[in-house]
């Protein structure tokens, strides 16, 4: 686990561009509703978006050389967020609540299968400071699986990582 400040404008740089990201998927959620979270689209989008600023951040501050996938384009990708020596790395973004817990969507991850080598999770305590935790893509596959509010997910508490 490593702990990492960031500066507080990336919540309003994700939020404009998780409101684009948002209204750029509006039509797949018309043809796929199950990718419709309803009120709370424009809030996945942008948490979505800080933690790839963050994880940007961070490896920019650590002068890391790394390639990072658009954060808005006309349609979503199904490319690693980032590439890192190779590696093909999914980011996952959650705010700290009660549960503690990290969470991967069961059918994303699946489509992930030869496409993804790692996840990174950015773990937001508060509006300036966040926590990372990387786990390697095969060891989702053994998380327990259950119905979450819109889909199912793996998901592991943090404690136990």
């Keep these: 686990m490593v702990t990492f400040n960031f500066p507080k404008s990336f919540w309003i740089i994700a939020e ?9 998927n509006k039509e797949l959620t018309i043809k ?16 979505g978006i800080l933690g790839e600023l963050i ?4 490896l920019t501050q650590k002068n890391y050389e790394f390639t990072a996938a ?20 999914d980011v996952k973004t959650s705010r700290k609540s009660e549960y503690e817990m ?5 059918e ?20 300036s400071t966040a926590e990372f935790y990387s786990v390697n ?9 259950k119905l979450m509010k819109y889909t199912n ?9």
């Design 16 to 24: 404009q561009i998780g409101l684009a990201r948002t209204v750029v």
């Design 55 to 58: 994880a940007m951040e961070y």
């Design 137 to 145: 893509y095969d060891e989702v596959n053994k998380w327990p699986c």
């Design 70 to 89: 658009q954060l808005l384009d006309y349609k979503p990708s199904k490319n690693a967020d980032l590439i890192i020596k190779g590696k093909r790395i």
């Design 108 to 127: 994303a991850h699946n489509k992930g299968l030869n496409k993804i080598d790692l996840y990174l999770f950015v773990y937001i305590l508060n509006e």
């Design 32 to 47: 796929a509703p199950r990718y419709d979270r309803g009120e709370k689209n424009q809030h996945v989008d942008t948490l």
């Design 153 to 161: 997910a793996f998901y592991t508490k943090i404690i136990d990582l």
């Design 102 to 106: 990290l969470l991967v969507n069961e």
